[in-house]
């Protein structure tokens, strides 16, 4: 069964720390493997792709990894700020034309 | 280029009506997907449409069905409401589905009563 797991759940970091979000797919015949941002009550905001023949995809602050091997992505978030606070959401593709969630890790940001 | 569109923004419904929510696409986009967010279950695949023909479909009763228009633009539809229902219902386009990158809409926030 393909599955989506994301550790930690919650996480509260003052502003400015670099911090790590960790996410384990069961499959490793990913596609893809997709991060979002959702705010309370809002949509879903891609943040980056990466697909199964990179290692690694950067946006600003923020840089993914993908190692298809050991069924693990990361999402590096640098020098955070209290507008990073969201939850944050990965998802792996495969050739179902289906997305398969994590449970997310809320992301709070203090002054 | 404008984002995916959804309308209505919330619904408030009565148990055992129907409901039906639309989604508008990215111009060029032809892959339309069908998402539920709850709380419980988290984000669970409905159904996935592409050029008007249902390529996928997530395991929900067959209350819940969809559509896609010669435009891409899609509905879903939900019959016979349950409390169970109540969720924010989200739908993404991309160019073709599979590997292409998903761009989502804000969401149907539907309240069964």
């Known amino acids: 069964k393909q599955e989506v797991t994301q550790i930690p759940a919650a996480l509260s970091v003052p502003e400015g720390e670099n911090l790590v979000l960790n996410c384990s797919f069961t499959?490793?015949?990913?596609?893809?493997l997709q991060w979002f941002r959702q705010d309370p009550g809002k949509g879903l905001t891609s943040l980056l792709l990466?697909?199964?023949?990179?290692r690694e995809q950067t946006s600003g602050r923020l840089n993914a990894s993908l190692d298809k091997s050991s069924g693990r992505s990361t999402l590096y978030i640098a020098a955070s700020q209290p507008g990073d606070s969201a939850t944050y959401l990965c998802?792996?593709?495969?050739?179902?034309?289906?997305?398969?969630f994590g449970t997310g890790t809320r992301l709070q940001v203090f002054p | 280029k404008a984002g995916v569109t959804q309308t209505p923004r919330y619904l408030i419904k009565t148990r055992g009506q129907q409901v039906t929510l639309s989604c508008s696409p990215i111009?060029?986009?032809?892959?339309v997907s069908w998402y539920q967010q709850t709380p419980g279950q988290g984000l669970q695949f409905l159904f996935e449409?592409?050029?008007?023909?249902?390529?996928n479909k997530g395991n929900f009763p067959g209350r819940f069905s969809g559509r896609q228009f010669s435009n891409s633009r899609s509905e879903m539809n939900v019959s016979t409401l349950e409390l169970g229902d109540s969720a924010l219902y989200l739908c993404?386009?991309?160019?073709?589905?599979?590997?292409?990158?998903?761009?989502f809409g804000p969401g149907t926030r539907l309240t069964v009563t």
């Open positions: 993404a386009s991309s160019l073709a589905g599979g590997a292409d990158e998903q761009y």
């Open positions: 499959d490793s015949a990913i596609y893809n």
């Open positions: 990466i697909q199964s023949s990179q």
């Open positions: 998802a792996a593709s495969y050739n179902t034309d289906k997305l398969i």
């Open positions: 111009s060029g986009h032809r892959s």
């Open positions: 449409y592409f050029s008007e023909t249902q390529r």
